[in-house]
C-alpha cells in the first residue's frame, strides 16, 4: 500500500516551454506532498510543501514562480517547471508522508535542451 | 534546525560481508523519527528501516538492523550478508515527531557497492 505514482518518468522540453510533472496518490489521501531535487549522486534538495487547498510552502532560494505547485486534491499534487532553461535540468521526486513514514514516487528526469 | 551528517561518501564490500553505515544528527527535539532509504540505480527512493526515538530497542529488518545511540545522537546501518542487490545510495533522513507533519531531513547520502 502507499503507492505514489508520477509521471512522465522522463521528459525533454525546449528552452522556454513549461513542464508539468504530476503525482498521485494512489491508495491514500495525501494531505502534504514534499517536491525534491536531485543532483547526480547528490542528496535529495526539498523545494517545497504542497498541503491539499492551500499554498505551497516553498524553501529559501526556491523561485515560486518558476516552480509552480498545486495541490487541488488529496490525491493530486503537481509540479510545474515554467519557462524552463538548461540549468533547470534535474531529476525531481515527489513524496508523500504516510502512516509509516514516506512514500516517494519514482522520480522525473527532466532535460531542457 | 536539524541537520544530519553522512561522513562516509563511499563504502564498498564483498559479497556476503557486513558493512556499517554512519549517520549523525543534531537537534534539539526529543522526540522524533530515522530513517534509512536506499536509492538504487533505478533511483526509486526505497525505506529500508525505521526507528522511532522513544523507543530504546535498536529495529531490525531482516539483514538490515541499526545502532541507534541517542545520547550521541548516532544512529548507523548495518548490512550483514551484503548482496549484489544492496548496491545503492544510502540515505539517513530525520524528521521531527509529534502532531505536525514534518519535513525530511536529509544526509549526504552513502553510495554503498557491493562486490562479487
Known amino acids: 500500500g502507499a503507492v505514489v505514482s508520477q509521471h512522465p518518468s522522463r521528459v525533454i522540453c525546449k528552452s522556454g516551454t513549461s513542464v508539468k510533472i504530476e503525482c498521485r496518490s494512489l491508495?491514500?489521501?495525501?494531505?502534504?506532498m514534499f517536491w525534491y531535487r536531485q543532483f547526480p549522486k547528490q542528496s535529495l534538495m526539498l523545494m517545497a510543501t504542497s498541503n491539499e487547498g492551500s499554498k505551497a510552502t516553498y524553501e529559501q532560494g526556491v523561485e515560486k514562480d518558476k516552480f509552480l505547485i498545486n495541490h487541488a486534491s488529496l490525491t493530486l499534487s503537481t509540479l510545474t517547471v515554467t519557462s524552463a532553461h538548461p540549468e533547470d535540468s534535474s531529476f525531481y521526486i515527489c513524496?508523500?508522508?504516510?502512516?509509516?513514514?514516506?512514500?516517494f514516487g519514482s522520480g522525473t528526469r527532466l532535460t531542457v535542451v | 534546525a536539524q541537520t544530519v551528517t553522512q561522513s562516509q561518501p563511499e563504502m564498498s564490500v564483498q559479497e556476503a560481508e557486513t558493512v556499517t553505515l554512519s549517520c549523525t544528527y543534531d537537534?534539539?527535539?526529543?522526540?522524533?523519527?530515522l530513517f534509512w532509504y536506499k536509492q538504487p540505480p533505478s533511483r526509486q527512493m526505497i525505506l529500508v528501516i525505521r526507528?522511532?526515538?522513544?523507543?530504546?530497542q535498536n529495529a531490525t529488518e531482516n539483514r538490515f538492523s541499526v545502532n541507534f545511540q541517542k545520547a550521541a545522537k548516532s544512529f548507523s546501518l548495518k548490512i550483514s550478508d551484503s548482496q549484489l542487490g544492496d548496491t545503492a545510495m544510502y540515505f539517513c533522513?530525520?524528521?521531527?515527531?509529534?502532531?505536525?507533519?514534518?519535513?525530511?531531513?536529509f544526509g549526504q547520502g552513502t553510495i554503498l557497492t557491493v562486490h562479487p
Open positions: 491508495d491514500f489521501q495525501a494531505t502534504t
Open positions: 533522513a530525520f524528521n521531527a515527531g509529534g502532531t505536525s507533519y514534518g519535513k525530511l531531513t
Open positions: 537537534t534539539s527535539e526529543n522526540n522524533y523519527y
Open positions: 526507528q522511532e526515538a522513544y523507543k530504546q
Open positions: 513524496s508523500a508522508r504516510t502512516p509509516y513514514g514516506y512514500t
